[in-house]
């Protein structure tokens, strides 16, 4: 029952329940974003996205999930976003590139900087390297992926968030651990020789 009080003050639009928001779910906004795009700058737009939604959608939250979940819901879908939204702009610049003779060879412009709460590995390359080779994964692996073993949530709060079954989440994650681990294999495989 608090929680529906606290989602009609939202909807009035009070000071007092957007200040609540903002200190309960910040930290978990931008640990999702981050998750998906390892870059501190994006990772904040992105999160500022999120909240911008959450202000202007929250009269239309029908309570059908927990609230906690739809901003998940809501961070996943803004971080796919503006993934989708990179992925075809290096594409076009590619493409541009080739017209010119000139191919791109920019890895510093995918990760600039990665600080992710839910991790600590000691060498920037290796989380380059794992964060490069999840984003290869199918979508649905990596979200499912991402949202379970980066940011730790369990396979009913995946679930609740993606909208599919456990068994799915199961599955998901099984294919997705299994593309990991053949990329992460070629990588090394490929650095070795």
């Known amino acids: 029952m608090e929680e529906q009080k606290f989602i009609e003050a939202l909807r009035e639009g009070t000071n ?39 202000f202007n959608s929250i009269s239309k939250f029908k309570g059908n999930s927990k609230l906690s979940t739809w901003i998940y819901r809501i961070s996943v879908n803004k971080s796919l976003e503006f993934i989708r939204k990179k992925n075809t702009k290096k ?6 590139s080739l017209i010119s003779n000139n191919l791109p060879i920019d890895r510093s412009s995918y990760f600039t900087e990665f600080n992710h709460p839910g991790i600590q590995l000691e ?11 999840i984003n290869k994964l199918p ?10 073993k980066i940011d730790d949530l369990s396979y009913q709060e995946v679930s609740e968030i993606t909208r599919k079954s456990i068994s799915s989440i199961e599955s998901l994650l099984f294919r997705g651990k299994k593309n990991l681990q053949k990329h992460l294999y070629d990588y090394y495989k490929k650095e070795g020789n």
């Not at 994006?42 to 500022?48: K, R, Y």
């Not at 979508?139 to 379970?148: F, H, K, M, S």
């Open 16 to 54: 007092e329940a957007y200040g609540r928001l903002l200190a309960e779910y910040q930290q978990k906004v931008f640990s999702t974003c981050i998750s998906f795009v390892p870059n501190k700058e994006d990772a904040e737009d992105i999160s500022q996205d999120v909240f911008i939604e959450v």
């Open 91 to 96: 594409r076009f610049g590619f493409m541009q």
């Open 123 to 133: 060498n920037k390359e290796k989380s380059e390297i794992l964060f490069a080779a």
């Open 139 to 148: 979508e649905a692996q990596r979200i499912v992926y991402t949202l379970n």
